[in-house]
């Protein structure tokens, strides 16, 4: 007699991350009560099963969702409102200004229901974001139903969010407490960089991080002037000044690491931190290329994030994985640097780890979350198909996604969103540019 299933998806292939290197053909991924009950070969699941639904994906692949590691969601709103800047212009004369003068409850809210449409349409289940007004990010993930992880931003300067490090942290930890019962919802602490909080509130935050087990989501060694600045300011540089404070542990998302050297990297690596590497970012700030490989060679789990669009300008987790592949082996000169199995991993089960939610998410296993991404390669320019992983990576986009589902409800039909309204999105980001393109 057949079991009962809520769910059955069949597959051209089925890429399920863990255990690695693996590409099944033709089988099928079960799911019960938003869990992955299953997963098999396609004939022995119909035999098996009696689902309430079922869905057959002759041309695609079926993966994880991905984890886009980090990102500002609401900053969607900016998008390519001031390009082609370095970093600390663009901030300080640019996106710090236009914050201070719009950034509202209602300015996150939609900020970051955009964006979570953004990134579902393109095989993002799970983000983990930075930004003030964490209760408005939290609302809009919810409404979007996605998974996300909320960072309680902690900076020392204050904005209408919050008066000084203290008020942040204050916050923050109301948000997380009025949220902690949301099944889609994580918490972070998030101090912003090592450059904008002091040494008082940095200890105060690996407090709460080691009572409350949170991550610890910071900017970290993103710029050369970065360093150069808190060698003057601190007689060190940030890992250290980090390390002596306790920070460097299994808790630490370090987001950039452009310019670790091996020593930094042996250190990230044997406390258990992990890095959030951006490379659109990173190259469109003129950041620089972090050595990938050797995080790779060392051992030090990564996982890939857009950033903000303001400085990206598109939450693509498609397109980070491409460039991260593509500029490892640029910068280490050798072609084998970062397979695209390697990098697929990045993008799910390493951005996964990053956020602890690995027992959860980030790849097929029995037992886990149905977070999960369906990938049609039946397009012309993705023809033939020799290695499915390796099309992901190299050839494929996010225009190819057709299926998301978070926890088993389906989030994108055939390319469109699930109970998200488009061109109510679209009009309330009209209303938002023409507001800030009147005062910027």
């Known amino acids: 007699m057949s079991a009962a299933a809520d769910l059955l998806i069949d597959a051209r292939w089925v890429i399920p991350i863990a255990p690695g290197g693996h590409v099944l053909e033709r089988h099928a991924v079960v799911v019960t009560n938003g869990r992955i009950a299953d997963l098999l070969p396609t004939i022995e699941a119909r035999k098996s099963y009696s689902p309430k639904h079922s869905i057959s994906l002759e041309s695609h692949v079926l993966m994880p969702g991905l984890v886009n590691l980090h990102t500002h969601a609401a900053m969607t709103l900016m998008r390519g409102l001031a390009d082609d800047l370095p970093l600390m212009e663009w901030l300080n004369q640019h996106i710090w200004p236009a914050e201070a003068k719009h950034v509202t409850p209602e300015f996150v809210y939609d900020g970051t229901l955009l964006a979570c449409a953004e990134m579902l ?150 406390h258990g931190a992990s890095v959030a590497h951006c490379p659109s970012s990173n190259l469109k700030l003129a950041s620089g290329i972090a050595p990938l490989a050797r995080f790779v060679e060392r051992g030090l789990n990564t996982g890939l994030g857009t950033d903000g669009t303001a400085s990206n300008n598109r939450l693509d987790v498609f397109e980070e994985m491409r460039l991260a592949a593509l500029l490892a082996k640029a910068e280490s000169n050798q072609a084998s640097s970062v397979p695209a199995q390697s990098a697929l991993h990045m993008a799910t089960l390493g951005g996964a780890r990053a956020l602890g939610l690995a027992d959860k998410i980030g790849s097929i296993e029995r037992g886990k979350l149905a977070d999960l991404c369906a990938v049609d390669l039946s397009n012309i320019a993705l023809t033939p198909v020799y290695h499915p992983a390796s099309h992901l990576v190299y050839a494929a986009g996010r225009n190819d996604v057709s299926h998301v589902w978070v926890e088993g409800r389906m989030r994108v039909d055939q390319g469109r969103l699930v109970d998200i309204d488009e061109e109510r999105l679209r009009a309330n980001a009209r209303a938002w540019q023409l507001r800030v393109a009147e005062q910027a």
């Open 121 to 270: 349409k393109g095989g993002i289940t799970c983000f983990n974001d930075m930004y003030f007004y964490p209760e408005e990010t939290a609302r809009a993930a919810i409404e979007a139903g996605m998974r996300a992880m909320v960072g309680m931003i902690c900076i020392e300067f204050p904005t209408r969010y919050a008066a000084d490090a203290q008020d942040y942290l204050r916050k923050g930890l109301a948000t997380r407490d009025r949220y902690l019962s949301e099944p889609l919802l994580s918490f972070c602490l998030a101090p912003h960089a090592p450059y904008t909080v002091s040494d008082r509130s940095l200890e105060q935050i690996l407090t709460y991080a080691n009572e409350l087990d949170l991550p610890i989501h910071i900017h970290l060694h993103e710029t050369e002037d970065e360093i150069k600045e808190s060698l003057t300011r601190f007689g060190m540089r940030p890992v250290e000044r980090l390390r002596r404070l306790g920070l460097i542990c299994p808790n630490l998302i370090a987001v950039h690491a452009v310019h670790l050297d091996s020593a930094e990297i042996d250190l990230l690596a044997h």
